[in-house]
C-alpha cells in the first residue's frame, strides 16, 4: 500500500520559515516524479515545486527563490524548504507521487496523496 505522510506545518510569521517533509512508503520512491501543491481556503489546487527522479526541478513563479525543493531517496523523504514566507503563502500542503520519473505540473496526473498539512502564515 503506498502511504505519503506530510508533516512540519504550522503558524509562522510574515518572513519566517518552515520545512515540510512527506514521507512515503510502499513503493520505489526513486523511481517517481515527486511534487509539492497547495490548495488555499477557497481557491483551487495549485503546483507549487517538482522534482522528477533525475532530480530536475521546477518551481511555480510564485515561490522561485524562496522555496526548495529536495528528495532524499535513501530515506524515502520529500523535502520543501520555505523561506521568506507570506500571508499569500497560507494554504494545505500535499506532496504527491506520480507513476513516472518525470513531472507534470497537471494536479490530476499524480496517482498518489499525501493527506496535507496546513502552512498558515499570519501577524
Known amino acids: 500500500e503506498v502511504r505519503l505522510v506530510e508533516s512540519g506545518g504550522g503558524s509562522v510569521q510574515p518572513g519566517g520559515s518552515l520545512r515540510l517533509s512527506c514521507a512515503a512508503t510502499g513503493y520505489t520512491f526513486g523511481t517517481y516524479c515527486m511534487s509539492w501543491f497547495r490548495q488555499p481556503p477557497g481557491k483551487e489546487r495549485e503546483g507549487v515545486a517538482r522534482i522528477s527522479a533525475y532530480g530536475g526541478t521546477s518551481y511555480a513563479d510564485s515561490v522561485k527563490g524562496r522555496f526548495t525543493i529536495s528528495r532524499d531517496n535513501t530515506k524515502n523523504t520529500l523535502f520543501l524548504q520555505m523561506n521568506s514566507l507570506q500571508p499569500e503563502d497560507t494554504a494545505m500542503f500535499y506532496c504527491?507521487?506520480?507513476?513516472?520519473?518525470?513531472?507534470?505540473?497537471?494536479?490530476?496526473?499524480?496517482?498518489?496523496w499525501g493527506q496535507g498539512t496546513q502552512v498558515t502564515v499570519s501577524s
Open positions: 504527491a507521487a506520480r507513476r513516472s520519473a518525470l513531472c507534470d505540473p497537471n494536479w490530476r496526473l499524480y496517482n498518489y
